[in-house]
């Protein structure tokens, strides 16, 4: 399978913690975004990047969050002094320039902070 | 803001029947729509687009129909099956942007 990987799939933190995540795109495809997601919700865009380079943020992005992706293959997102609000689904998204820009969804990490 | 919007939160069909998934968009600059499933536990899965130049477009077993004229997307799906008990998604792009809007779902039930 080729799709999109996402790593772990599950974590559990006590309020305070740090949290990385990792998100594989499919190979060939050189954007990426991040997406967080809430139970009985749909996704909401968080981050994008077009190769190594984030283009855009969403306001939903608070300083506690950053993410990466140095080499314009993997991403990583961190948040930092995690709050019980950011319990939530991550959603890593990957797509290739061109005139469509179908995404496609990895399996999400679930993050509860307790 | 602009949103995108479902009427119906669910839907119960039986197995057999065809379901129809509506939403609604409010962003009459949005070009590009995809319908997503999810199912419990995993990522949303493409299963189908359309551009805002179609009226209509045909997979298997799935018809996405556009009405911009009241800013209307359906998702129509043939004999329905108990695999496609899921949470559907429409989601909207301005196909300037990179970024896709979504609706709060419709969880379709499909009943043996």
């Known amino acids: 399978d080729t799709g999109v990987s996402q790593d772990p799939r599950h974590k559990i933190t006590k309020r305070g913690q740090n949290v990385t995540f990792r998100c594989d795109p499919i190979?060939?495809?050189?954007?990426l975004y991040w997406y967080r997601q809430t139970l009985g919700q749909g996704p909401e865009f968080l981050t994008y990047?077009?190769?190594?380079?984030?283009?855009?943020k969403s306001r939903l992005l608070s300083d506690r969050f950053s993410a990466e992706r140095p080499k314009g293959s993997f991403s990583t997102l961190e948040i930092q002094r995690t709050e019980q609000g950011d319990s939530a689904m991550y959603l890593c998204a990957s797509s290739s320039s061109g005139s469509t820009d179908t995404q496609y969804f990895g399996p999400g990490t679930r993050l509860t902070v307790l | 803001g602009e949103s995108v919007g479902l009427h119906l939160p669910t839907l119960s069909v039986q197995e057999g029947d065809n379901s129809i998934i509506n939403c609604a968009y409010s962003?009459?600059?949005?070009?590009?729509f995809i319908w997503y499933k999810q199912e419990s536990g995993k990522g949303p899965q493409f299963i189908i687009d359309?551009?805002?130049?179609?009226d209509k477009r045909q997979g298997q077993r799935v018809t996405v129909l556009l009405n911009k004229t009241v800013k209307h997307l359906s998702l129509q799906i043939a004999a329905t099956q108990p695999g496609d008990s899921a949470v559907y998604f429409c989601?909207?792009?301005?196909?300037?942007?990179?970024?896709?809007?979504f609706g709060t779902g419709t969880s379709l039930t499909v009943i043996p």
């Open positions: 990047f077009q190769n190594e380079a984030q283009l855009e």
């Open positions: 962003n009459s600059a949005s070009d590009y």
């Open positions: 190979s060939e495809h050189n954007r």
């Open positions: 989601a909207e792009n301005i196909f300037t942007g990179n970024q896709f809007y």
């Open positions: 359309i551009r805002s130049n179609m």
